[in-house]
T-cell receptor
């Protein structure tokens, strides 16, 4: 079974530029998550999708961040314009969302963003 | 208040020895799940083990076991027979809510484990 795919793996941009990240979840997984992980910290949820609907985007800085999951499969996360403090690893995760006790989230390799 | 606390920023262990990584949590929800993830230097978060709040027994997965003490709100990860490949960052995480509900994970700040040859 293929895991969660993300691209690009690395991105370096200047502040005030725009950037987009792509994620393809594990096949059949209904729920998709975007996390931001700043160096030395644990991941923080930015947005959660259930199929193509947003479940939770309370921690997404909506003035500059946007995300979509058209057709309920892959997803893009965009930052426009980027700030220095956006430098982080952006992790995508997916889960089956079955009625099971675990509903484990499986993570992709992440995109390391550096804003200069 | 921190929902997940990992008090050990770094730990060292000798190869083949056992090591315990601490995790305490805070929640008023009677239903929750606790997870441990491993993050090697490559960056990917790898799921290790899960413990549900209603589970009667401590979870085990190969060399990983979870020492779940509900009254103390602790969920320590025990790695037996450490290997060099276990060197990584380890995160404890919690999901509150009913079973199967698609709730977010809250992560601790992590513990960097180094296995010494």
């Amino acid at each position: 079974e293929a895991g969660v795919a993300q691209s690009p793996r690395y991105k370096i941009i200047e502040k005030r530029q725009s950037v987009a990240f792509w994620c393809n979840p594990i096949s059949g997984h209904a729920t998709l998550y975007w996390y931001q992980q700043i160096l030395g910290q644990g991941p923080k949820l930015l947005i959660q999708f259930q199929n193509n609907g947003v479940v939770d985007d309370s921690q997404l800085p909506k003035d500059r961040f946007s995300a979509e999951r058209l057709k309920g499969v892959d997803s893009t996360l965009k930052i426009q314009p980027a700030k220095l403090e956006d430098s982080a690893v952006y992790l995508c995760a997916s889960s089956p969302s079955r009625q099971a006790s675990t509903d484990t989230q499986y993570f992709g390799p992440g995109t390391r963003l550096t804003v200069l | 208040a921190q929902k997940i606390t990992q008090t050990q920023p770094g730990m060292f262990v000798q190869e083949k020895e056992a090591v315990t990584l601490d995790c305490t949590y805070d929640t008023s929800d009677p239903s929750y799940g606790l997870f441990w993830y491993k993050q090697p230097s490559s960056g990917e978060m790898i799921f290790l083990i899960y413990q549900g709040s209603y589970d009667q027994q401590n979870a085990t997965e190969g060399r990983y076991s979870l020492n779940f003490q509900k009254a103390r709100k602790s969920a320590n990860l025990v790695i037996s027979a450490s290997q060099l490949g276990d060197s990584a960052m380890y995160f404890c995480a919690m999901r509150e809510g009913r079973r199967g509900s698609a709730r977010q994970l809250t992560f601790g700040s992590g513990t960097q484990l180094t296995v010494l040859p």
